[in-house]
């Protein structure tokens, strides 16, 4: 399989992940969804506008475009708001990913850092780390819903997601 299809097999993962454990912070109570936790971040919102935030900003760097509005910086919405934006940020990202090519994929792109420091990376590298960022993450909101109650937590592993994607594709015939 080339380059291409395994970082669009990445993004198009990434959605549904996202979507998965998305669809169990929609049935959280606000008071869950906010309460204070000793993680990476202070609270379910705040790991949830963390992953928005490095898709976001690394779909900015990929379109050769400086990211301004990070989300954790002005986004005051609703618990529901925050998780379809991040889902739109996603299929954005993966959008993105389907238009690209082999060689489009190799390409060094320069930004900045968010210390203001100049940065350059391959797209290839860039989406990889991006993608692999949101799972890291991801598997901290597995834990954070654990402990704010919640009993049936979806499986969010890349072979589900294959298996549902081959079963589909059989029935589509």
């Not at 990476?40 to 976001?56: C, M, N, P, Q, V």
Request: charged fraction near 25%.
């Amino acid at each position: 399989m080339a380059l291409n299809k395994y970082i669009r097999l990445y993004t198009s993962y990434n959605v549904w992940a996202n979507k998965q454990l998305g669809e169990v912070a929609i049935g959280l109570e606000d008071f869950d969804f906010d309460a204070e936790v000793n993680s990476s971040f202070k609270s379910i919102r705040k790991t949830f506008l963390h992953i928005w935030d490095a898709e976001y900003i690394w779909l900015s760097r990929i379109q050769e475009l400086q990211p301004k509005n990070i989300p954790s910086k002005f986004f005051m919405g609703s618990k529901d708001g925050l998780i379809k934006q991040l889902l739109d940020t996603s299929a954005a990202f993966d959008e993105m990913a389907a238009c690209l090519n082999i060689l489009s994929l190799e390409r060094m792109i320069e930004y900045k850092l968010l210390n203001g420091e100049n940065g350059r990376s391959k797209i290839y590298e860039s989406v990889m780390h991006c993608m692999n960022h949101s799972t890291y993450h991801r598997g901290q909101l597995v834990t954070l819903f654990r402990q704010a109650g919640i009993k049936t937590i979806p499986s969010t592993d890349m072979i589900q997601f294959t298996r549902m994607e081959q079963k589909n594709k059989m029935t589509h015939y």
